[in-house]
């Protein structure tokens, strides 16, 4: 036989093994080594026996609701895995009948199935960190404040989700028993690490390998020890891909947003899918929906923490637009006071005079006030009429030497101000802002092509002269009216008329 056969037949060996038919699967489930249970007695003895130690020294590294939560975690953990167990196995046989290649049960065949399980392993830890969706089962590890052996029972109960990191190694032709034997020694290899009663040990094996020391480094909060040493029993994969830090200061363990829960298996389990279903709603579009369920958790964090910052100076500008208007308002009050005058009586009170300007189409006055409004045609610098604002409003200051003075802004827009509307052929429509109910028209009068105001009473056109507005008590700004009298003149008699309404 040739050397080449020799091979082949060294290759056929190793991957010809028959499949596994379907008439084993039940033989395969009950004869599967199942370690955990053998190793149970053993994990309840030192996890009691360092609970002791931390209850009677005074370095404590137990809190009582934590470690209820972490024994609640486990026990609901070895019932989801017993659940599990049946599915993944006839998984792993499927996969396993499926490729050309299978390698017979051969325990030699373990330490390199271990080996490639525990880079992926890495990989699968690291990735855990770096995707919200996976740092979702795999958070409830973290959330312990305290670090003891009790932090390895906090396995997620979703953690399964992560078996497709494994499919690399079924996809190597490994029997599925060395494939969930190897499982089972990776799991119980992490217990040990969780703790702080032993330090750190001989230099080659905190280089190389898992050790309490390496694993106090993953657990710690600080910023040097964040995403570090994700190797589960070979360091190798951390010094290959930088990921690796010694332990120097004492680590300050959970997480950095710690959570109020202590005890309650369902909220440690699921709060992060809570939160991720929260952000979800609140999303603004698919791409940031994505965002929020496959980003890392620190670009999420940031994300939301400058949101939040953009949503605080979004109020702060509306406060400050409430301030300015309420700064508007106290000024508003501010000119009504000064303006503010007690409602007289009558008695003793002298006529006031007729208001001449060249300009004038009407005024108005008060009883009582001491001042007049005068409304007059509002001429440009180039002596032509304002389309926008042809007419404009004045007050005579009596109690100031008769000076004339502008309405103010306020007054024109409230009070005393006029709306007006053009209409065409040198007809405006023009409303006072405190009585808009009548409309008057400022157009040019036939007998002298002069602008002049009219109301429609009655079908003809009445020129107004003056607006007398009686008052009977309130103030200046509030007055209380009775009435309003507009005094016209009649464009056919020329008699002076005067039309009442009641307010």
Not at 78 to 85: D, I
Not at 351 to 363: G, V
Not at 390 to 414: H, M, Q
Request: net charge positive; with cysteine; hydrophobic share 40%.
């Amino acid at each position: 036989m040739s050397t080449f056969q020799l091979h082949l037949s060294a290759i056929h060996s190793l991957f010809g093994a028959a499949k596994i038919p379907a008439s084993e699967f039940y033989d395969l489930e009950k004869s599967m080594p199942d370690l955990m249970v053998y190793a149970l007695p053993a994990v309840l003895a030192f996890t009691l026996i360092e609970g002791l130690l931390s209850h009677y020294s005074e370095h404590k590294t137990h809190e009582g609701r934590e470690t209820l939560g972490s024994v609640l975690i486990g026990a609901g953990n070895l019932a989801v895995n017993l659940l599990m167990k049946v599915v993944l196995l006839y998984a792993a046989v499927w996969l396993y009948n499926a490729l050309p290649w299978r390698m017979e049960l051969n325990w030699w065949t373990l330490p390199f199935c271990f080996l490639i399980y525990d880079c992926c392993s890495y990989w699968s830890h690291r990735i855990s960190h770096f995707n919200r969706f996976f740092w979702a089962t795999h958070v409830v590890h973290h959330s312990a404040a305290h670090y003891n052996l009790t932090v390895a029972f906090r396995q997620s109960w979703v953690q399964h989700f992560k078996t497709i990191f494994f499919i690399p190694v079924a996809l190597m032709g490994f029997h599925p028993v060395v494939f969930f034997v190897v499982s089972q020694l990776s799991t119980l290899y992490q217990f040990w690490v969780h703790t702080e009663r032993i330090g750190r040990l001989h230099p080659f094996i905190e280089k190389y390998f898992g050790t309490p020391s390496n694993h106090r480094v993953h657990h710690g909060s600080q910023e040097k020890y964040l995403d570090k040493n994700f190797g589960a029993t070979f360091m190798v994969w951390d010094h290959l891909f930088g990921t690796f830090q010694y332990e120097e200061e004492k680590p300050v363990y959970g997480l950095t947003t710690p959570l109020k829960h202590k005890t309650n298996p369902f909220v440690l389990n699921f709060h992060e899918y809570r939160d991720m279903l929260h952000d979800i709603r609140r999303s603004d579009g698919i791409r940031e929906l994505l965002f929020f369920i496959f980003a890392s958790p620190a670009k999420i964090y940031r994300h939301k923490a400058e949101r939040q910052v953009k949503q605080i100076n979004k109020a702060l500008e509306r406060h400050n637009k409430t301030k300015y208007l309420v700064a508007g308002f106290l000024l508003f009050m501010a000119l009504m006071l000064v303006q503010m005058s007690p409602a007289q009586s009558l008695d003793n009170r002298p006529a006031l005079p007729t208001p001449r300007s060249e300009h004038m189409l009407f005024f108005l006055q008060r009883d009582p006030d001491a001042n007049t409004v005068i409304y007059e045609l509002n001429y440009g610098a180039d002596g032509k009429l304002d389309d926008r604002r042809p007419v404009k409003g004045s007050w005579i200051r009596y109690a100031e030497d008769g000076r004339c003075k502008e309405l103010t802004a306020i007054e024109n827009k409230f009070a005393y101000g006029l709306r007006c509307k053009a209409l065409g052929h040198d007809v405006y429509e023009i409303r006072l802002m405190a009585y808009k109910k009548i409309p008057l028209y400022l157009k040019r009068a036939e007998e002298d092509n002069k602008y002049k105001i009219y109301i429609r009473d009655e079908g003809q056109d009445k020129l107004l002269k003056r607006i007398f507005v009686r008052v009977n008590g309130g103030s200046f700004w509030f007055p209380r009216v009775e009435y309003i009298d507009l005094i016209t003149v009649s464009s056919a008699s020329g008699m002076e008329m005067l039309k009442r309404i009641s307010i």
